[in-house]
């Protein structure tokens, strides 16, 4: 019996494990669970109910009065009404023209044009909904692997969650401790660094394996060069202008993550009326999904402050020290390899707000006390790192089986001709090339750190 109150914090954290695989929302889970365990602890003298009464001030100022968080939903109006403007077709249209002779060149379009729209909208549901409507017909009617055809598309859907504004940075930015700013600037290399990497990928394997994607042969028409000159005037300009006015007024220090957001939002609705895709019928389901998808999300932070301010009262960091410890687990490196591995194992059955929000509050404080030498000094180096370490790992948790959200996305869009276990061998692939850019990231930390620095953002 002393064994089970020295140790309930471990025992919450199971629970909450074992529970989630029944399948209950997470966004109640998380409140119930640290509800229960305060009881729990209440009985056996490890936790008083008064101290219960700290957790209203403690929402309220972490979520309701946070100023950061005001961007989440506007960061959502803007990726849900850019869904309906028309940018992405008349982006692949054109990259499609411009890399037709190249092996592969519909897939790295593809690739390239999820990057685009990750600095445009950041919501990973919508990119892979909409590349898979625009870019697999267009891929499986030329003769494209099938495989290839949707591993592509939903590595470079799952951009959004890395890519600046990303909805997971400024959530991690709040539980962290971190200005987001710092999270955006620190976040914008390690992005393009994966994203060529699986241009590079995708390169070599279709130049060894050219039946994965037949080369589109032919000359253009002088219609098509004409055309593809008015697309990129149409087609390049406003979401390049949407992308400086929304992260280059942060990185600039001229407007914050909040005031960015607002101008975001308004610009999606600019570029809706520009492509004559506005209307109020339109602007009222956005508002409705950007509502619905917002009021998941602070439910979910509710539920998070709570649990983990029981766990942490129920002893949680000391018990997750010794755990370490008796793992011989003691040195930097070894913590920090040690929470990369388990983020990627929860990867294969956790979504990343259920990772972030089971994973950070335990480990974040012992991280931050971590000593690398002079490879990285510094706490606020040291968290900013790990937070874009963080954030690289658990994009794999949406194409990693048999729970990744971004093959669920896929299988509700494509034909029935594509099946699950197409989907299962194109991603995996992509996921190694993920590994390689979080061990690149994890060996050569200047990747992470060399615009905030250069901004200001770390001094």
């Known amino acids: 019996m002393d064994w089970l109150i020295d140790h309930l914090a471990v025992i919450m954290f199971v629970a909450l494990v074992f529970i989630m695989f029944l399948g209950y929302p997470v966004a109640f889970l ?4 640290g509800v229960g365990f305060g009881l729990l602890g209440s009985v056996s003298g490890t936790f008083s109910l008064t101290q219960f009464a700290t957790l209203l001030p403690r929402i309220f100022g972490q979520a309701v009065q946070n100023p950061v968080l005001v961007a989440v939903p506007m960061f959502i109006f803007m990726g849900t009404m850019l869904e309906r403007s028309g940018i992405a077709e008349d982006l692949l249209r ?7 002779r190249i092996p592969g060149g519909l897939a790295i379009a593809v690739t390239v ?34 495989a290839l055809a949707v591993g592509t598309i939903a590595s470079a859907g799952t951009l959004g969650i890395l890519i600046p504004p990303s909805i997971m940075l400024v959530i991690m930015g709040d539980l962290i401790g971190i200005p987001v700013g710092t999270l955006f600037t620190g976040a914008i290399l390690p992005g393009l660094l994966l994203s060529l990497l699986y241009v590079v990928f995708l390169l070599l394997a279709c ?13 253009l028409s002088d219609q098509d060069e004409r055309l593809t000159v008015r697309m990129l005037v149409k087609g390049f300009l406003p979401p390049t202008i949407l992308v400086m006015l929304v992260l280059g007024s942060i990185f600039g220090g001229w407007a914050t993550p909040t005031e960015a957001a607002g101008v975001g939002a308004l610009g999606a609705i600019l570029l809706s009326m520009a492509n004559r895709r506005f209307s109020m019928k339109t602007l009222r389901e956005v508002m409705t999904a950007s509502a ?11 539920g998070a402050t709570l649990f983990a301010y029981v766990f942490r009262a129920l002893g949680g960091d000391d018990v997750v020290v010794e755990l370490l410890n008796a793992m011989g687990i003691d040195s930097a490196w070894e913590v ?15 979504d990343w707000i259920e990772i972030c929000l089971i994973v950070i509050p335990i480990f ?27 954030s690289v790992n658990m994009q794999t948790a949406f194409l990693t089986p048999p729970f990744g959200f971004a093959l669920f996305y896929l299988k509700g869009v494509v034909p029935p001709s594509v099946t699950m276990g197409d989907i ?17 990231l994890m060996i050569y930390p200047e990747i992470v750190l060399y615009l905030p620095r250069h901004f200001g953002f770390l001094d």
């Open 30 to 33: 998380l409140g119930a669970v």
């Open 94 to 100: 054109i990259l499609q023209l411009m890399l037709r």
């Open 113 to 146: 044009l999820g990057t685009i729209m990750a600095a445009t909208t950041g919501i990973v549901g919508a990119s892979v909904i909409m590349l898979s409507l625009i870019a697999l017909p267009v891929m499986l009617s030329t003769g494209y692997n099938k």
């Open 207 to 219: 130049w060894l394996m050219p039946s994965l994607a037949p080369r589109l042969t032919g000359a």
């Open 292 to 302: 619905l998808t917002n009021a998941l999300v602070f439910f979910i932070v509710f």
């Open 336 to 350: 920090m390899i040690f929470v990369m591995a388990l983020v990627f194992f929860m990867g294969f059955f956790f």
């Open 364 to 390: 974040a404080p012992i991280v931050a006390k971590l000593d690398f030498g002079t490879f990285i000094e510094g706490k606020p180096l040291v968290l900013a790192w790990f937070a874009i370490l963080l």
């Open 424 to 440: 299962y061998r194109g991603i995996m692939p992509f996921v190694l090339v993920q590994l390689v850019a979080l061990a690149l």
